[in-house]
């Protein structure tokens, strides 16, 4: 278990490290940090309440196997955004060498590491439904289930913990500056203050403050 | 290779067929109190044994007590992260609702010829502030982790905000489990009059609670 950790740690830095070089140095060493701490808050927040819905599930889980389980989830989406990596990293280095010092291809590159995200995370999702049917005996439907009420509790307290993580790459116009190592509750450019927030935003997609992005320093 | 050796090559992806459930014994009841824990098996676990228990009148009175010492003790941690001064309300919530309603369940259901004692009852309606209590207790981290990250601003999306649907989630699992209780108990006699009793108490049920979150502050 603690070598299924310690993999899985690394290969969240790897995959930070390469996401914050599309902005710079500062980011993407600072990244080798956060990613994982991301991961680790997630699954320490969530970890009574992924046992707790294991049990209603009817799944016959001790906590720490609810814990090997979801860590599994963990485990599995970093293995595999690790492998993606050196293709984020080589992407990352291209927008920066090419970017316009505004907003460069921020959009693009965020809307291609969110898609990657969701590919990793659904692949590691079925792939551990499949084990908990095999291996605790549960059945499929109930597997199913359980795994994406897990899936739906990471979310929302990932996204927050990544929300108050920020920034893990920013827009090309504040490179140069150095943000703290977390922006918190800062509003974002819109002016959402958390991550639940921002989802609305992304769905309402009001339009940008009149001064953006001449003081451009709140990111995403 | 003929179709035969084929399908029996095949990964086998069964589950044993489920052994007819046991009920639990008065000594299982009430080995909870001394092992907390063992409170989540009664509780959240095993509703096909709870119904057994119903249908055989077996330790329900021990069931009944302990499902109403879940309710309030496992609910505390809940209101201790909205405010010190608030560690009381998660329980008067859940339970102070049941309690209200509870007389009205029994004497309706006895009305209409539903041959059920006061145990069967108090066992089936503290299954929705049980489980939701131990649900709360599972969210109480998730809620501390979003109320430090969240600001203490009240923004668009608070963090009040998602404890309303935390504390909803949680009631929606008492329910279903009050009904896989129900459903999975068989020879619970006049077992539909029961049903239709328990739908029209659950309006009764939901417009107690929704008052009881209004007096407790805890919605809007």
């Keep these: 278990m603690i070598r299924s950790a310690a993999l899985t740690l690394v290969c969240a830095a790897l995959y930070g490290f390469a996401l914050g070089s599309a902005h710079s140095e500062l980011y993407a060493v600072r990244n080798l940090l956060k990613f994982p701490l991301l991961l680790a808050t997630t699954g320490s927040v969530c970890a009574l309440s992924w046992w707790i819905v294991a049990r209603l599930v009817g799944a016959p889980l001790s906590f720490v196997d609810a814990q090997r389980a979801a860590g599994m989830l963990f485990k599995d989406a970093s293995a595999l955004l690790a492998s993606l990596a050196p293709v984020v990293f080589f992407t990352a280095r291209c927008l920066r060498a090419t970017d316009d010092g505004q907003l460069g291809g921020y959009d693009a590159f965020l809307a291609g590491n969110l898609a990657a995200v969701a590919l990793c995370g659904t692949l590691a999702l079925l792939h551990q439904a499949r084990e908990l049917f095999l291996t605790a005996r549960i059945s499929p439907a109930r597997a199913r289930a359980l795994v994406a009420s897990w899936l739906v509790l990471t979310l929302a307290v990932g996204g927050q913990a990544a929300f108050f993580m920020r920034p893990f790459f920013g827009f090309p116009a504040t490179r140069g500056a150095r943000p703290p190592l977390f922006l918190g509750a800062e509003p974002d450019v819109r002016g959402a203050t958390n991550f639940f927030e921002a989802v609305a935003q992304t769905l309402e997609r009001p339009a940008l403050p009149q001064k953006w992005p001449e003081t451009p320093r709140r990111e995403r | ?220």
């Design chain 2, 1 to 220: 290779m003929s179709e035969s050796e084929v399908s029996s090559a095949a990964p086998q992806l069964s589950i044993p067929r489920p052994q007819p459930a046991a009920p639990f014994a008065a000594a299982d009841v009430e080995s909870a109190w001394l092992r907390p824990l063992r409170v989540f098996e009664l509780v959240l676990s095993a509703p096909e044994r709870v119904a057994v228990n119903l249908e055989r009148s077996i330790a329900l009175g021990a069931l009944a007590l302990v499902f109403l010492a879940a309710a309030a003790v496992f609910a505390l941690p809940y209101g201790l992260v909205l405010g010190l001064d608030a560690w009381w309300r998660i329980a008067a919530l859940y339970l102070g609702s049941t309690l209200i309603c509870l007389p009205s369940l029994y004497v309706f259901a006895s009305y209409v010829g539903v041959r059920v004692g006061p145990a069967h009852i108090a066992v089936l309606a503290l299954t929705i502030p049980a489980v939701a209590a131990l649900f709360s207790f599972g969210f109480a981290p998730i809620l501390g982790f979003l109320r430090a990250t969240m600001g203490a601003a009240e923004g668009e999306i608070s963090w009040r905000a998602i404890s309303q649907v935390l504390l909803a989630v949680a009631l929606v699992a008492g329910v279903v489990q009050l009904w896989r209780c129900l459903l999975a108990s068989r020879s619970v006699s006049q077992r539909g009059l029961l049903v239709a009793v328990l739908v029209v108490w659950h309006g009764v049920f939901a417009h107690v609670l929704l008052r009881m979150a209004e007096v407790l502050a805890l919605r809007g």
